[in-house]
């Protein structure tokens, strides 16, 4: 028994040590959807976000690349909306967040595993150090047209909540994931499929605001986040969940009209 012990806690040393020593690095040979890091400059009220990403695809994995900078006045910022968009069933969702700059100014940012050329993803890897963090901050057209256009095998399905926090929350909330942002393209970090993915990561953000929602097994399975914010009346209340989970689901509306320079504010005029 002793032996067998030992045995273990010394397998258990290795594995440690191996995964201790798995270092993040921002230079490796990267996918060409995650091979630029965007960054953020601050002038007073005015923020320049680089390196935006607006692919126009013809498929999924055939498209033009292209970035662009773009300034936001702080003072305009007036809403966040999130994107909750499934692929296998109701349970797993991948979440977006998007910031609203007042008309149809608005901006993306979807929190990823940044993958190496040929390299797949699988949640199982991210336990493990496999994967750098990323945030794609993105052109609408291009992250969620890219979900409800293009990708196909499986087909994604994608909703659009209105979330309505408090107004003094926005500029925090939106100025924490610039921060961020500007730290990893320093200091790289970890996706992990439990610790530090697509949905947890926002929570960890919105904990800049003191009214920010406490922690809940629905922020894990991420299927379910909708329902929470619904629950905790950062939703829509005039209508039940089941009917605003209807209204939310856009595919339809996306394909129809098309990814023309109002995308956004169409896929809005429900």
């Known amino acids: 028994l002793y032996r067998l012990m030992l045995g273990h806690l010394i397998l258990f040393a290795g594995v440690m040590i191996w995964w201790l020593s798995i270092q993040p690095s921002n230079d490796r040979k990267w996918q060409p959807d995650v091979a630029e890091l965007s960054y953020a400059t601050f002038d007073g009220n005015y923020v320049t976000v680089h390196n935006i990403r607006n692919f126009e695809y013809r498929s999924e994995f055939d498209y033009r690349r292209s970035y662009y900078d773009?300034?936001?006045?702080?003072?305009?910022?007036?809403?966040?909306?999130?994107?909750?968009?499934?692929?296998?069933?109701?349970?797993?969702?991948?979440?977006?967040?998007?910031?609203?700059?007042?008309?149809?100014?608005?901006?993306?940012?979807?929190?990823?595993?940044?993958?190496?050329?040929n390299e797949d993803y699988s949640s199982i890897k991210g336990f493990f150090r496999q994967f750098e963090l990323i945030y794609v901050v993105a052109d609408e057209r291009d992250l969620i047209g890219l979900r409800t256009?293009?990708?196909?095998?499986?087909?994604?399905?994608?909703?659009l909540y209105h979330l309505n926090p408090p107004k003094e929350s926005l500029k925090p909330f939106f100025l924490d994931y610039m921060k961020k942002i500007n730290e990893l393209r320093e200091?790289?970090?970890?996706?992990?499929?439990?610790?530090?993915?697509?949905?947890?990561?926002?929570?960890?953000?919105?904990?800049?605001?003191?009214?920010?929602?406490?922690?809940?097994?629905?922020?894990?399975?991420?299927?379910?986040?909708?329902?929470?914010?619904?629950?905790?009346?950062?939703?829509?209340?005039?209508?039940?969940?089941?009917?605003?989970q209807q209204r939310a689901h856009i595919n339809l509306l996306a394909r129809k009209i098309g990814l023309s320079p109002s995308f956004s504010h169409r896929i809005r005029s429900k």
């Open 149 to 159: 256009h293009f990708r196909n095998d499986p087909p994604e399905d994608v909703y």
């Open 187 to 244: 200091t790289p970090g970890f996706y992990d499929t439990l610790l530090a993915n697509c949905t947890n990561v926002i929570w960890l953000h919105s904990r800049v605001n003191p009214n920010h929602l406490p922690f809940s097994w629905k922020i894990l399975v991420s299927g379910y986040l909708p329902e929470y914010l619904y629950e905790s009346g950062r939703l829509d209340q005039s209508v039940s969940f089941n009917e605003l």
């Open 70 to 117: 773009k300034t936001y006045d702080l003072t305009k910022l007036e809403g966040v909306d999130l994107f909750a968009v499934y692929w296998m069933g109701p349970t797993i969702a991948h979440t977006i967040v998007s910031f609203h700059f007042g008309g149809e100014d608005y901006l993306a940012v979807s929190i990823e595993a940044r993958k190496e050329l």
